[in-house]
């Protein structure tokens, strides 16, 4: 062992009584609320109405954690579905196991869903959560620390990770360093966010917009750390030509952010909250469309109204003194139909 060595957790769990506290959970628990407050406090600053992040996380979380689950399930299918595997660990997500790729597309989606129906755009959002979302996911990789997974191959350099027996792969033998590549992972989300948040300043400086650009840069800051992170791991990943599935993913995720980011930036940019035509957006219980909302229909009727108005004494005016009134459309059809029995 090098005295330089990064020394494995001795215990992932910890037991509050008889209920446990895995420190995963606690570390994505975490990562979720700092993105959760952060994201807030940005998108409130560029205009947001109070209130909206904490909804969209009620929403996004789950989703993102079951899509996460499912992305993880379909990559590495055979600790579930091969000859030795058991679909009864697909929900045992303490253990490790949610792939971000899937994790961030149902967020998102649940995002855009909910935002387009209460009339505020996306762009807005999505910039002011990027930076907050490489925080989240940098805290997040504690986890993998914990329960000594997602390491990397055999190192000699000084910061090497220290294994367990009881989590070494096969083949290797007792004392050997690995790359931390959560610590590579982790340090890498972090500078990114720095960098989004120096894009963000750039793009909005002397009057300019933001207009989402963001969000894509945050694909392609990820991805680029993420492909070579993933080249240095040993666990078992499906391979596609030759290449671990999550390197493919991550290649495509950034030729994505890639022509999004110069997609958007020749279109008009705005950094308006709302949707155009949407001045406010509607509250819990209310309806979506303004037009939706139930109103008695009213006709306006000139002239004095018998019983409403009082009558004129000599010499006054009596358009002056009997202002235009307006009285609901129903009785003013029941007047009309009184007109013409006569």
């Given at each position: 062992m090098s005295p330089t060595s990064i020394p494995s957790p001795a215990r992932a769990v910890w037991y509050l009584g008889p209920v446990p506290l895995r420190a995963y959970a606690l570390c994505?628990?975490?990562?979720?609320?700092?993105?959760?407050?952060?994201?807030?406090?940005?998108?409130?600053?560029?205009?947001?109405?109070?209130?909206?992040v904490l909804d969209l996380a009620l929403l996004a979380v789950p989703a993102g954690i079951v899509g996460a689950r499912l992305y993880h399930v379909l990559s590495s299918p055979d600790r579930y579905f091969g000859p030795e595997g058991s679909l009864w660990l697909i929900p045992r997500i303490w253990e490790g196991g949610l792939g971000v790729w899937g994790g961030i597309a149902a967020g998102a989606a649940a995002c855009a869903w909910l935002l387009r129906r209460r009339g505020l755009r996306v762009a807005p959002f999505a910039d002011a959560a990027a930076p907050a979302v490489l925080v989240a996911q940098a805290i997040g990789r504690l986890g993998n620390y914990f329960n000594q997974e997602l390491f990397g191959g055999p190192t000699t350099l000084p910061w090497g990770l220290e294994i367990d027996?009881?989590?070494?792969?096969?083949?290797?033998?007792?004392?050997?360093?690995?790359?931390?590549?959560?610590?590579?992972?982790?340090?890498?989300n972090l500078a990114g966010a720095l960098v989004l948040l120096g894009l963000g300043r750039r793009l909005t400086r002397d009057g300019g917009a933001s207009g989402g650009r963001l969000m894509w840069?945050?694909?392609?800051?990820?991805?680029?750390g993420r492909a070579w992170i993933e080249y240095l791991r040993v666990d078992d990943?499906?391979?596609?030509?030759?290449?671990?599935?999550?390197?493919?993913?991550?290649?495509?995720?950034?030729?994505i952010g890639l022509a999004g980011y110069i997609w958007s930036s020749r279109r008009p940019l705005s950094d308006a909250v709302t949707v155009p035509g949407r001045q406010d957006s509607p509250q819990p219980g209310e309806p979506e469309d303004p037009h939706d909302a139930p109103s008695a229909p009213t006709e306006p009727v000139s002239g004095p109204v018998s019983g409403s108005v009082s009558e004129p004494g000599p010499g006054e005016d009596t358009d002056a003194q009997a202002p235009d009134r307006v009285i609901p459309?129903?009785?003013?059809?029941?007047?009309?139909?009184e007109d013409e029995t006569q």
């Open positions: 994505m628990l975490t990562g979720i609320a700092v993105a959760v407050w952060w994201t807030d406090r940005r998108y409130r600053r560029a205009g947001g109405p109070q209130d909206t027996a009881a989590h070494l792969p096969p083949g290797y033998a007792p004392g050997t360093l690995f790359h931390p590549t959560f610590l590579y992972e982790a340090l890498w840069a945050y694909l392609m800051v990820y991805t680029s990943a499906q391979l596609v030509a030759g290449l671990r599935l999550n390197v493919w993913t991550s290649l495509i995720v950034f030729l459309a129903k009785s003013q059809a029941g007047r009309l139909r």
